[in-house]
Every structure is written in structure tokens, then in C-alpha cells.
């Protein structure tokens, strides 16, 4: 008998039973008030005049008037690289322990994002919120006795003037309860290891010493971590080993991409969960099975605006022209792309965080990520966003009997003048018909998007599709950063990135030969 699970199960569902129905607009009021609040005194507040906006009428109104958008080059510009010069209350008070270190998907040198401890406060939970959460997914009580695997980067961070860094996945796996450490795994050992590759090897040895219930990861790490274990002991797939696993909760890209591959390992289908903890703080989480939308965090340390998506108000570089109109969250409105704003607990004041979104439902404050500024593809008036290329790539896996779980595009001018959106496709195909498969893909998208359509009849000559091996996005990305925890391929290529790209994979091709 499950007496802990049952314990623990119980505790959840009670939980649920007292839980009011939530006002998402006044959490967030509320928490815009103890953000300006707090940091009033800082060197920030004081520029900014953050007391005299608690004063006024209207504060969000107010808010939106009194600051600028500040992206990350604009912040650390301005403020952030005072902390690094020894200064202390400059857009939070105290000095932050730690800095969250992210490349994203640029391959530029990493960002160094502050993390308060206020904001490792609002991530624990916010974590807690997403395991109260599970009640609503009908886990049987034995669940709640497993093991989790929590694939993300190195725990061991290193320490730089007086604070720590690393990314926000092994900060976050640091600092985990006390209570919770004999449940994660792959444990506080292995997780120390730097090399990615190593510390996957060393997970595939002890596989068979856990009993292991869910997963936690970016789907293509956890992929291939997976595929590691299932090679190493000769299974067919992962439930041989993990018998009892049941949730993945997916994070910092959309999982549909990977569907396909990720239940190919699979015995049974299990439970997926979507979550959103990026660099800058724990966004939103999925809260029941009916939908796959996640809802936004509103009472926890984060306050969020909303930009609307349009291309007049995107600059070249992915950043928001200075007049781009704001919209707080009373105000949004449903199935509309909005580029994501947040003010947090750790100093970040109207960011924008590079994420786009749309609500799916405006009482439940629930979104779901539709791509990136950077990767919205309008070279030549084709408006491509990453959920359009996304629903193009789970087409052509119907139509092929493939899996795509990787790919990349550039907007490109070849010999002839004209131009191309020139995609690769990550894909065991063989032997594929590539003008054919250009063919069906560019029909998709002028079915599936007026914009492209029209883009097609006049300056985007066609498409161009090369399919490589799914494990050459994964060198690129050992290449150009480093394997695991956050990093994510980049969907969208400028011209420049894109040589670099095609040289790779040529040299690649040359040396397999």
C-alpha cells in the first residue's frame, strides 16, 4: 500500500478543495504594487520615480508611461552592469546571489540575468503550485513515492566577485528542498559533472538503481538522455527500465515539435506537462489535462504586459520600437500574438523576454507560446512565426511517416537574385524527394498563411528544403554553446549565421565519407 502517496495525494486534493477561485488581475495589481514597493529606493526607483507612480490613481497606467522596454542589452547597459562593478540596490535592493547564465539560442556570449533571492522564493513556489497542480491529472497515489529526473545543467556553479553562476536550471536544482533531495535524481553527485556528455553516460550506468516516475527537461536533452539509457542496457524502450514513469513536464520550447520522437521511446503513452521557467523567472505552468495551454503565474513575483505582435512595432534586432502600445492583462484578448513584458523580483523592469504568446483563455490567465521575436521570419512580407514552421513540420511527419524534431530556416538570396526560405530539416528520411518535399511544404504554408501567400506571389521566389541527421543540430548547438540545460537550437538564422550553418553540415557530410 502506497501510505506516503496516499498521504501525499491527500494533502494535494485538500489543497484543491480550499483553493477560491482566483482574481488573476488583482494578483497582479497586487504584485505591481510590492515590485514598485520594494524597490523604490534603489537606484532604479529613484530614477524612475517608482514612489510617485504608487502615488497616482492609475498605477499600471502610470507604470506603462513612466519606463521604457528595456531588453537585455538595454538593461545591462544601463543598470545591470553596475552589479558587476560592485554596486549594491541598483534595480533591486541588496545584491543578487546568483546570475542565471544564458546564451539562449543566439550563440552570442552568455547574458548574466540576475536571480535575487526573492526570485528563487517565487520559483520554489511556483514549483509547489505546479505539484498542487497535479491533483487535477488523476495520478494514482503510488506516483507520489517515485523518483524524479531532473535533466538540466550542471549544479556546479561557479563562483565570480562575490556570487555564483550558472544556468537557471542548476541554480534552481541547487537550491531544491531539503525534503525533496531523496526523491531527484539523477542526484546532487552527477549533477555536479560539467561535461554533458559524461554526465549522461554516468545516468545511463546507475538507470536500473531508480525507480524513476517523471521527467523534467528540455525535450531534446531529454532525448537524447533517454535514447543513452535505452542503448546502454539493450532495451527496446525506456518503460523496460522505469516502469513506473508516467509525467514528463516539458520547458523552454514547444513540445510539439518533438512528440513524435519523444513517444517513440516510449512503451506507453505517459503524461506531458508543459511548463515555462525561463532564465528570468517561472512563468506559467499547465494546470489540467483538458488543455495543453499553461496559466500564467500572476501572483508570484512577476507582473506582465502584453505588446501586441505586429510587425510595426518589432525592430530588426528582435527589440520594441519606444511607442509600441502596451496591454495590461485586464485587457488582452483571446487567439491574438502578444511579444511578452515582465517586471520581477529579481530587477527586471518591463523586459522584454524575446517569448511571444497568445491566450487560449482569459479567465484561467492561460497561454501558450507561439514563438520568438528573432524568429519571426518577414525578410520579404511572409510573416512566419515559429507556431506556423511548427505546424509545417508536424504536416510533413503525417504526410512522410517521419519524425522532425529539429529544424532551421533562412530567409536567403541565392545565385539568381532571388530570394529563398532555405530550411533544413533534422529527419531519418532516406532517400527523400527534396524538390517534392519543397512542394508540399511551400503548399502548406499558402494554405495555412495569407501572408506567405502573397509573399510567394511576389519577392519570395521558393523553397529550398535539405534533410540532414537530427544529431548535426545537436553538434551545432556542442559546437556554438555547449550540450544541455538550456540551450535550444535557433529556428530562424540571419544570412551571416546561416554560412556558418551550411559549413558545418558540408564539413560534416565530408568528413562521414
Known amino acids: 500500500m502506497a501510505i506516503l502517496g496516499n498521504i501525499i495525494k491527500g494533502a494535494i486534493h485538500l489543497k484543491e478543495t480550499f483553493a477560491t477561485e482566483r482574481d488573476h488581475w488583482q494578483e497582479q495589481q497586487d504584485v505591481l504594487v510590492h515590485l514598485l514597493e520594494t524597490a523604490k529606493d534603489t537606484k532604479f526607483g529613484e530614477y524612475y520615480e517608482l514612489e510617485s507612480i504608487l502615488n497616482s490613481k492609475d498605477i ?30 541598483v534595480t533591486w535592493p541588496g545584491h543578487p546571489s546568483y546570475f542565471a547564465l544564458s546564451s539562449g539560442t543566439t550563440g552570442k556570449s552568455s547574458k548574466r540575468i540576475p536571480v535575487t533571492d526573492d526570485m528563487l522564493e ?8 505546479q505539484v498542487f497542480a497535479l491533483h487535477n491529472f488523476d495520478l494514482p497515489p503510488e506516483f507520489f513515492e517515485k523518483e524524479i529526473m531532473m535533466l538540466g545543467s550542471s549544479t556546479n556553479l561557479e563562483e565570480r566577485n562575490e556570487h555564483l553562476e550558472g544556468e537557471i536550471s542548476g541554480i534552481s536544482a541547487g537550491n531544491i528542498p531539503i525534503w525533496f533531495r531523496s526523491y531527484y535524481k539523477p542526484g546532487e553527485e552527477i549533477s555536479k559533472i560539467e561535461d554533458w556528455d559524461k554526465r549522461v553516460a554516468r545516468i545511463a550506468e546507475r538507470a536500473a538503481d531508480w525507480d524513476i516516475g517523471a521527467l523534467s527537461g528540455i525535450p531534446s536533452w531529454i532525448e537524447l538522455m533517454l535514447q543513452k539509457v535505452i542503448d ?5 524502450h525506456i518503460h523496460e527500465i522505469w516502469p513506473n514513469l508516467r509525467v514528463y513536464t516539458s520547458g523552454g520550447v514547444a513540445f510539439g515539435p518533438y512528440e513524435k520522437s519523444f513517444n517513440s521511446l516510449m512503451g506507453h503513452p505517459i503524461t506531458v506537462i508543459d511548463t515555462y521557467l525561463a532564465s528570468e523567472g517561472f512563468i506559467a505552468c499547465q494546470t489540467r489535462p483538458e488543455t495543453k495551454a499553461m496559466q500564467l503565474i500572476t501572483d508570484n513575483g512577476i507582473y506582465f504586459e502584453f505588446v501586441p505582435f505586429n510587425p510595426e512595432y518589432i525592430q530588426q534586432d528582435g527589440s520594441l520600437v519606444p511607442n509600441a502600445p502596451s496591454i495590461p492583462l485586464k485587457d488582452v484578448e483571446l487567439d491574438t500574438d502578444y511579444v511578452l513584458i515582465i517586471s520581477t523580483v529579481s530587477g527586471a523592469w ?3 523576454i524575446g517569448d511571444t504568446i497568445k491566450f487560449t483563455n482569459l479567465e484561467k490567465a492561460e497561454i501558450q507560446i507561439t514563438g520568438r521575436t528573432k524568429f519571426f521570419l518577414n525578410t520579404v512580407g511572409s510573416q512566419l512565426s515559429v507556431n ?21 530556416i533562412c530567409a536567403k538570396r541565392c545565385e539568381d537574385g532571388e530570394f529563398y526560405h532555405c530550411w533544413y530539416l533534422g529527419s531519418d528520411l532516406k532517400n527523400s524527394n527534396h524538390e517534392q518535399l519543397s512542394k508540399d511544404l511551400d503548399n502548406f504554408l499558402m494554405e495555412a498563411n495569407k501572408n506567405y501567400k502573397v509573399a510567394r506571389s511576389k519577392s519570395l521566389k521558393g523553397v529550398k528544403v535539405k534533410v540532414v541527421p537530427t544529431d548535426s543540430f545537436y553538434d551545432w548547438n556542442a559546437k556554438n554553446k555547449k550540450k544541455g540545460g538550456q540551450v535550444k537550437m535557433e529556428r530562424v538564422m540571419n544570412e551571416e549565421k546561416f554560412a556558418e550553418w551550411e559549413s558545418f553540415v558540408a564539413s560534416k557530410v565530408t568528413s562521414s565519407h
Do not use: V
Not at 506556423?388 to 529544424?407: G, N, Q, S, V
Open 122 to 129: 517565487a520559483i520554489r513556489a511556483a514549483g509547489i503550485k
Open 60 to 89: 499600471p497606467k502610470t507604470f506603462s508611461q513612466s519606463i521604457p522596454y528595456f531588453d537585455y542589452d538595454k538593461m545591462h547597459s544601463d543598470w545591470w552592469r553596475k552589479l558587476h562593478e560592485g554596486q549594491d540596490n
Open 350 to 352: 518591463r523586459y522584454l
Open 232 to 236: 546502454h542496457h539493450q532495451l527496446n
Open 388 to 408: 506556423k514552421m511548427d505546424d509545417a513540420m508536424r504536416y510533413l511527419e503525417d504526410a512522410y511517416a517521419t519524425k522532425i524534431p529539429e529544424y532551421t
